[in-house]
């Protein structure tokens, strides 16, 4: 499935693969299951941030990550 038919028209809403993505990147792990147009998409929304050649979560992502989860 291409990443462009995983966005939706609202950017305040991340969808289902959106957020089990930033998790996924949250968590650390060593396998990450969407290739880098996800990363791109996530970067672009401001959700993460490359740093020396890891992903992380941004301050504006972990909001994301924790009112969804609530």
Do not use: C, Y
């Amino acid at each position: 499935m291409q990443t462009q038919h995983l966005q939706i028209a609202r950017p305040g809403v991340m969808s289902d693969p959106e957020w089990i993505a930033l998790e996924s990147i949250d968590e650390q792990t060593t396998h990450f299951i969407f290739d880098d147009d996800m990363l791109v998409v996530l970067k672009d929304r401001g959700l993460v941030e490359p740093l020396g050649g890891r992903w992380l979560v941004t301050e504006h992502g972990q909001k994301a990550l924790n009112e969804r989860s609530l």
